[in-house]
């Protein structure tokens, strides 16, 4: 069963507009979410992060906001690049981190010029 | 300053052969993970070494083993290889445990694509 749940398995945006990954996830204990950016032939990258107790993080061009009452989180890339193209893994992690991060499947952003 | 390093890059095997995949931290990092990337699935964690102990493993059988060298560099072991094991293992390295209210993170390698036949 899935925890993290990334359903959209491909985005394809234009240069310059807003890209809107979504993760959804089921597990309750899951108190601090990351996101992670993977081009081919590359190991993933961390991207950005959030805290439960925060609803929005920000990092340049990147923000995520987390709605822990829908247990959702979303990231927000604007405005979008060519070099933004890549594999987005939505990842979480419950109190202590022993059971180590639970990634998403990801979604492949596509951005086109 | 070097990355988190994996090899061998590509591995071929055959089933019911064994796989050792490699794996060397960032300096100073005393904690690695292992995660398996198969097709069409995310990364889902399979150990967790740190200061040369196993700390936790995800939901695989016993065929996948490894252990961290005192240098923290770690080995990932599978043995009796299925068919189902092909898939891009990934090494990652943190400063310590996956503590989060440290802000630490993972560092990840470029992996090893794994193909049993």
């Known amino acids: 069963d899935q925890q993290v749940k990334q359903n959209s398995p491909s985005l394809s945006v234009q240069e310059g507009r807003i890209s809107i990954l979504n993760c959804d996830y089921t597990?309750?204990?899951?108190?601090?979410f990351l996101w992670y950016k993977k081009y081919p032939a590359e190991g993933p990258t961390f991207l950005i992060s959030?805290?439960?107790?925060?609803d929005k993080n920000e990092d340049g061009r990147f923000t995520v906001f987390l709605n822990k009452s829908a247990k959702h989180l979303s990231l927000h890339i604007v405005p979008s690049q060519p070099g933004d193209s890549a594999v987005y893994f939505c990842?979480?992690?419950?109190?202590?981190?022993?059971?180590?991060?639970?990634f998403g499947k990801g979604t492949h952003l596509i951005i086109q010029p | 300053e070097a990355g988190v390093t994996q090899s061998p890059t590509h591995l071929i095997k055959t089933r019911g052969q064994q796989a050792t995949l490699r794996c060397s931290p960032i300096?100073?990092?005393?904690?690695v993970y292992w995660y398996q990337q198969a097709l069409g699935l995310g990364l889902q964690f399979l150990l967790w070494?740190?200061?040369?102990?196993?700390?936790n493993r995800g939901n695989f059988p016993p065929r996948f083993s490894g252990r961290q060298f005192p240098n923290y560099s770690s080995e990932l072991n599978v043995n009796a290889l299925l068919l189902g094991d092909s898939a891009l293992y990934l090494c990652?390295?943190?400063?310590?445990?996956?503590?989060?209210?440290?802000?630490?993170?993972?560092?990840f390698g470029s992996g090893t694509q794994l193909s049993v036949l």
């Open positions: 990652a390295s943190s400063l310590k445990g996956q503590g989060y209210a440290t802000n630490e993170k993972l560092f």
């Open positions: 959030i805290s439960s107790i925060k």
């Open positions: 990842a979480a992690i419950g109190a202590g981190g022993a059971d180590g991060l639970t």
């Open positions: 070494y740190d200061e040369g102990e196993e700390r």
């Open positions: 300096s100073g990092h005393t904690s």
């Open positions: 597990n309750s204990m899951f108190d601090y």
